[in-house]
């Protein structure tokens, strides 16, 4: 059976949990979780011809990050657009859901790109 490749997942993906809600005014306001889920990873910067490919501009820095199926603590986690993601001090906001990579359940691939407040 596969198992996950710990050796090549060399950083670390914090992920906090993202809420939206309408203010007073209508207006949407995001608040993250104080808490963070911890994932070992590898990130893999997306050449200009694979933004292309997806439609997007090629000055969005556009990156897939290859993840462990559990966080740290050997929980099954997940990730969406609202939450918040931060890789080496970086914020990042994913482009969508994890997916498995090779449908063994032992490394997941998110698309990410770099977030600015």
């Known amino acids: ?35 963070a889920v911890s994932v070992r990873c590898q990130i893999q910067p997306l050449s200009a011809g694979d933004a292309l490919a997806y439609g997007r501009d090629t000055t969005t820095k556009v990156y897939d990050v290859f993840c462990a199926p559990v966080n740290t603590a050997g929980a099954a986690w997940t990730c969406t657009p609202k939450d918040k993601i931060l890789i080496g001090g970086v914020r990042y906001r994913a482009t969508g859901q994890p997916r498995d990579l090779i449908s063994m359940g032992t490394v997941l691939v998110l698309g990410i790109e770099r977030d600015v407040d």
């Open 1 to 35: 059976m596969a198992t996950t490749p710990w050796h090549l997942l060399t950083q670390t993906m914090e992920i906090y949990a993202g809420t939206w809600t309408a203010g007073t005014d209508g207006v949407p306001q995001s608040s993250f979780s104080a808490t």
